[in-house]
C-alpha cells in the first residue's frame, strides 16, 4: 500500500506519495524531497509537533533533516523520530534554520509485520516570530568506524573521536543505535588532558530513545577531544536481539546496527561556518595500556 504525507503549519502546505510498505521480510526506506518557499531569505523553526505517524507498528523510526544544494556535510537535521523519542521543544530565544529553497527530507524506516497498509504521516512546524537569539544544530559523532558484531558478542564497543575546531556549547544529547544497542557514553578530554563524563548511558533501550537535555548547556573549549563510546550486546541474552547466531554490521534496517551520537550545539545564528570539529585518531589498546603508566 502506498504512503502518503502532509507537511505544513497551520495550513496545509503539501501532501505526495512517498513509498509503499511491502509485505515481505525485508524493511523498507521511503524519502520524500519537499522544497521549502523560495520567497522567503530564510524560514527559522521554533517548535516541532510530530512527526506524527499514523501506522506506528510498521514504523522503526524516521528522520526530518533539510538537504541544501549543494551540501557536502551532514543535513540539518530538524527532528529524529525514534521508539520513546522526545518531541522537539526548544528554549524561548533558541530556533532551528531552514534556508529558503532548500529542501525538507522525510526518511522513513519501515518494516513489514506480515500485512499491507498504507501510512499518513505529518508534521507540524512553528515559526520563531522574533530573530533567534542561538540556533541549534545537530551533529552526529561516528567517524566512519565499521561495525561488525561477530554472532553471540555481548559487550562489542566502537569509539569514535572528534576535535574541536571551535569553542562550542553543547545543549543536549541522543544516543541512537538499533536493537542490539547495550550502552552509550560521550566524554570530553580538554586540552589540559583533564577527562570528564558528559552523559553515559549505562542501559540503552531501543524502545526508549530519549534526549537528555541539559539544564546547563556544556561549554567545552577548542582543542576539545570530544568521544562516543558505544556498545552493543549481540548474545542470547539480550531479549531484543532477533537472531544472536548471525554477525551484525552496520546499516539502516532494525536487525543491522547504527552508532548515532547524536550532539545538539548551541551556535551564533549569524554564524555561516559549520565547521565545527575534524576527526581524531583513536588510541590503539596499547596505546591506552601505555598512558597509564
Known amino acids: ?4 504525507l502532509i507537511l505544513g503549519t ?3 502546505l503539501g501532501k505526495k506519495q ?3 510498505i511491502w509485505n515481505d521480510n525485508a524493511d523498507r ?12 531569505m530564510r524560514l527559522v523553526i521554533q517548535r516541532f509537533q510530530g512527526p506524527l505517524y499514523s501506522l506506528r507498528e510498521h514504523l522503526a523510526h524516521g528522520t526530518l533533516f533539510v538537504d541544501e544544494f549543494s551540501q557536502k556535510r551532514e543535513p540539518e537535521h530538524l527532528e529524529v523520530f525514534a521508539p520513546g523519542a522526545d518531541p522537539v521543544i526548544l528554549k524561548p530565544g533558541q530556533a532551528r ?7 525538507i527530507v522525510f526518511e522513513i524506516h519501515y518494516t513489514p ?3 499491507a497498509q498504507s501510512d499518513r504521516t505529518s508534521v507540524g512546524l512553528i515559526f520563531a516570530k522574533q ?3 542561538e540556533r541549534v544544530r545537530t551533529i552526529r559523532i561516528q567517524n566512519g568506524v565499521k561495525i561488525a558484531i561477530p554472532p553471540g558478542e555481548e559487550n562489542y564497543r566502537v569509539e569514535s573521536r572528534v576535535s574541536l575546531l571551535k569553542d562550542l556549547k553543547i545543549v543536549s544529547f541522543m544516543p541512537h543505535m538499533h536493537l542490539r544497542g547495550k550502552a552509550m557514553e560521550f566524554r570530553a578530554i580538554y586540552p589540559s588532558g583533564e577527562s570528564e563524563v558528559l552523559l553515559s548511558v549505562p542501559h540503552y533501550d531501543f524502545h526508549w530513545q530519549m534526549s537528555y537535555i541539559l539544564s546547563t548547556p556544556k561549554a567545552l573549549p577548542k582543542g576539545t577531544i570530544l568521544v562516543c563510546i558505544a556498545a552493543w550486546d549481540n548474545s542470547a541474552n539480550n531479549p531484543n536481539n532477533p ?8 546499516g539502516l534496517q532494525s536487525e543491522e546496527e547504527m552508532m548515532a551520537g547524536f550532539v545538539e550545539l548551541g551556535i551564533d545564528p549569524q554564524s555561516d561556518s559549520l565547521d565545527f570539529f575534524t576527526d581524531a585518531p583513536v588510541p590503539t589498546q596499547s596505546e591506552k595500556l601505555q598512558s597509564l603508566k
Open 113 to 115: 509485520n506480515g500485512q
Open 131 to 133: 530573530p533567534p537569539q
Open 29 to 40: 526506506v521511503s524519502a520524500l524531497k519537499f522544497q521549502a518557499p523560495r520567497q522567503a
Open 243 to 250: 537472531n544472536p547466531k548471525v554477525e551484525v554490521v552496520g
Open 18 to 20: 512517498i513509498g509503499e
Open 10 to 12: 497551520a495550513n496545509h
Open 1 to 4: 500500500m502506498c504512503a502518503s
Open 97 to 103: 534554520l531552514i534556508k529558503a529553497g532548500s529542501y
